[in-house]
T-cell receptor, first 114, second 113 residues
Framework: DAGVTQSPTHLIKTRGQHVTLRCSPI?????VSWYQQVLGQGPQFIFQ???????GRGNFPDRFSARQFPNYSSELNVNALLLGDSALYLC?????????????FGAGTRLSVL | GDSVTQMEGPVTLSEEAFLTINCTYT??????LFWYVQYPGEGLQLLLK?????DKGSNKGFEATYRKETTSFHLEKGSVQVSDSAVYFC????????????FGSGTQLTVLP
């Protein structure tokens, strides 16, 4: 089975632009989370969606938004990009039941804002 | 709020040396604890986990024990290999609808032949 897939792999944008990142969870997983990993730091939680509803939001500005589609894939949108938004954006999916706390990560999208 | 503190790196060891990476946490309630590993240019891979006090997680020769009394989850391996070179992240998750992971800052491990 395929793991969590993210696209694109790399992205270069300029300040003020908008970006959309995409994530497909592992088949059967209904929850998707997004994390931002700035170089040299641990990932920081941005959003979590479960069954297309937002279940959690981290301490990020309103420029960051996300949604989950009926097939459980997800998009992360960032408006009015700043230099400080340059980071690796990670998507993670999880299932429910006894393994509900185990999150599986994709390889990430590396965003560079110039 | 919840937080995770890892020993600062980078850590450089010779092959077959003993590895310890310290991790302590602060959390409300009873968290589940994790170690994730990140190889160059890749995402995070779950290395091991423990869900309650005194649980020992283990995988690929790595071990960590959930110590509630010292709020610690130190990662150990008896004999490291060059292929273990990576960044290691300690993380926790607490119950609640969000189930968000809180990560430490990561420890870069380099193993020399």
């Amino acid at each position: 089975d395929a793991g969590v897939t993210q696209s694109p792999t790399h992205l270069i944008k300029t300040r003020g632009q908008h970006v959309t990142l995409r994530c497909s969870p592992i088949s059967g997983h209904k929850s998707v989370s997004w994390y931002q990993q700035v170089l040299g730091q641990g990932p920081q939680f941005i959003f979590q969606y479960y069954e297309k509803e937002e279940r959690g939001r981290g301490n990020f500005p309103d420029r960051f938004s996300a949604r989950q589609f009926p097939n459980y894939s997800s998009e992360l949108n960032v408006n009015a990009l700043l230099l400080g938004d340059s980071a690796l954006y990670l998507c993670a999916s999880r299932t429910g039941g006894l393994a509900k706390n185990i999150q599986y990560f994709g390889a990430g999208t590396r965003l560079s804002v110039l | 709020g919840d937080s995770v503190t890892q020993m600062e790196g980078p850590v450089t060891l010779s092959e077959e040396a003993f590895l310890t990476i310290n991790c302590t946490y602060t959390a409300t309630g009873y968290p589940s604890l994790f170690w994730y590993v990140q190889y160059p240019g890749e995402g995070l891979q779950l290395l091991l986990k423990a869900t309650k006090a005194d649980d020992k997680g283990s995988n690929k020769g790595f071990e960590a024990t959930y110590r509630k009394e010292t709020t610690s989850f130190h990662l150990e391996k008896g004999s490291v290999q060059v292929s273990d070179s990576a960044v290691y992240f300690c993380a926790l998750i607490t119950s609640g609808s969000a189930r968000q992971l809180t990560f430490g800052s990561g420890t870069q491990l380099t193993v020399l032949p």
